[in-house]
């Protein structure tokens, strides 16, 4: 039986207590084939001298795609999984078995209007709690029955609400995680609020603030035997240096400069302005681009570079300030952490973005290497149904 399941990117990866195996979406390599079939069967109309001249020349080789997969739970008893994905514009949540690749994946919703982040799964009960981001900055908690596609929407408000997590005690019971938008007085993003965990029962709609503070913003709650476990960062964040950027316009308006005549040159010469050699991009373990990790734009490669200073092989991209955390004690369990859950044993899974480790018993215990893992999620059920299903 799966005991743990991760997201890796845009890959998907599940554990049983002894192998790991890795699998992909079958949406998003449709979505990525059908795209390449359009730019080819239209390449004719954007390539060459003509487009060129038009100002429409586009490469068909280049497209791009900005993909990831956001969640994935193991669901009933078998190899079965739920996740939930993004692919530049279009978002959506799917069933799918690990081993049978001839079975067509099950639609649950898709959605380029929504965007569906992490959450957590009933097993029991097929009903998933799920983050649904509304345009940049505000995002809802949403409960799905994936067996019928029934959607309750269960927050709402000028904020972000993320990591939803229902209790093994009782489903009514839903912990997230909250941030405030600030606005400045015309009405425009200012900055987020530090993050706060609340508590709802969808059976008597009561809302509680159970973990906030001045100093740290909480993300991730998850709870197992009447205990709060969080994420735990500096609430604030850094911000760039005006002079700076003021001082770098001109080189980077060169910067365009010489890419767009780099381009020109390619398309009628077919060598480059640059001489040949190797890639600095080539052999990089990171993606260069920041990536959002609980709530914060984090630097992949400057957090892996300031990690590896610590001389630990297994080190990972991600800030040693976001610690898992007791809430209540305070005790630090882990450090540098970007997403944790808690087995039903007691065994606690967390990532670090390149290592997935479980710790049990002040144990520690590398369970696998990944790439980009932002996300684990374990096995949890209930044979009690929330009630917003109960009609």
Not at 156 to 183: C, H, K, L, Q, W
């Amino acid at each position: 039986m799966i005991e743990l399941t991760f997201a890796d990117g845009e890959e998907m990866g599940a554990y049983d207590g002894e192998r790991t195996i890795t699998f992909k979406s079958a949406f998003i390599d449709k979505y990525k084939n059908n795209a390449q079939d359009i730019a080819r069967a239209k390449a004719w109309k954007t390539t060459g001298s003509g487009a060129v001249f038009r100002e429409a020349y586009s490469d068909p080789s280049a497209l791009t795609f900005e993909s990831s997969v956001t969640g994935v739970y193991p669901a009933g008893e078998g190899d079965e999984v739920v996740y939930s994905f993004r692919i530049n514009q279009t978002s959506g949540i799917y069933k799918r078995h690990i081993s049978d690749e001839k079975t067509p994946e099950t639609h649950v919703i898709n959605s380029v209007d929504l965007s569906f982040g992490g959450g957590s799964f009933n097993a029991a009960k097929g009903e998933l709690a799920v983050s649904v981001g509304r345009g940049y900055y505000n995002s809802d908690i949403a409960l799905f029955d994936v067996a019928t596609g029934d959607c309750k929407t269960i927050t709402e408000g000028d904020t972000a609400d993320e990591d939803p997590f229902i209790s093994d005690e009782d489903p009514d019971i839903i912990y997230y995680a909250s941030r405030a938008v600030g606005r400045d007085s015309h009405g425009d993003f200012a900055e987020f609020a530090p993050s706060a965990i609340y508590r709802l029962n969808l059976a008597t709609m009561q809302l509680d603030e159970v973990a906030s503070s001045n100093k740290y913003g909480y993300f991730k709650p998850v709870v197992h035997n009447g205990e709060l476990y969080a994420i735990r960062m500096p609430a604030g964040k850094k911000r760039g240096n005006p002079l700076l950027e003021i001082v770098l316009i001109p080189y980077r308006i060169l910067q365009g400069i010489a890419g767009f005549i780099n381009m020109f040159v390619n398309v009628f010469a077919g060598k480059s302005l640059t001489s040949s050699g190797s890639n600095p991009a080539k052999g990089r373990d990171y993606d260069s681009r920041k990536i959002a990790i609980a709530g914060n734009l984090v630097d992949v490669e400057k957090e892996a570079r300031k990690n590896s200073s610590k001389k630990d092989s297994d080190y990972g991209f991600v800030p040693k300030s976001y610690e898992l955390v007791k809430v209540e004690s305070g005790e630090v369990l882990a450090s540098g952490v970007a997403d944790f859950d808690i087995a039903t044993d007691g065994t606690i899974y967390y990532t670090n973005g390149r290592r997935i480790f479980a710790l049990k018993d002040g144990v520690k215990r590398k369970v696998c290497n990944t790439s980009l893992c932002l996300r684990v999620s374990c096995r949890h059920s209930h044979n009690k149904s929330a009630d917003l299903f109960n009609f």
